[in-house]
């Protein structure tokens, strides 16, 4: 998160340069022009240093995906809920799993972690599942199912899946 705030604060320092030199050609008026130019170059060669050049997705670069399904029954046996995010108390989905988690199926390339407390402290993890590695399919469609451990099913209040 705190990767997110300076990212949010560098891209408002690049955005106010910006601002700053569209204001200053403006206020210069037709004799800025090549003024205005070399303050716009400017400001794309900050953006291009703080962002990076743009390159295209493809299937050796994309992102992982990862999605789990929860079970009340063992060997993912049953009605279930997918998820694509992490998930507590405060999603409706995720209601009747609270301390009612049975099996898991993992899909995708990705680790499951499950927590005895809503707000997924480190220290309240009760343990993970997971599927990564480099012979592990970046493919959504490729799961894997794992019955809980019977002293963790009653337990479980919240989770989070992560990226390999």
Known sequence: ????????NGSQSVMKVFFACAALSFCL???????????SRTAERLALKHWGPVYPVNE????????????????????ATAFNSSANAFMAEFEPYIRNVWSVKLCGKGTFFYFNS???????????????GGDVPKD????????????????????????C
């Not at 008026?29 to 070399?38: E, L, W």
């Not at 480190?122 to 343990?127: A, I, K, Q």
């Open 118 to 132: 809503p707000d997924m402290h480190m220290l309240s993890t009760l343990g993970h599942v997971s599927r990564c």
């Open 29 to 39: 008026g037709s004799c800025a022009s090549v003024h205005g130019i070399a303050l």
């Open 1 to 8: 998160s705190s990767h997110f705030i300076s990212s949010f």
């Open 140 to 163: 959504i469609s490729e799961c894997s199912c794992q019955t809980m451990k019977p002293e963790s099913r009653r337990l479980i209040e919240s989770f989070t899946l992560e990226y």
């Open 60 to 79: 050796s670069n994309a992102y992982d995906t990862v999605s789990v399904e929860l079970y009340q029954d063992f060997d993912c046996v049953g009605n």
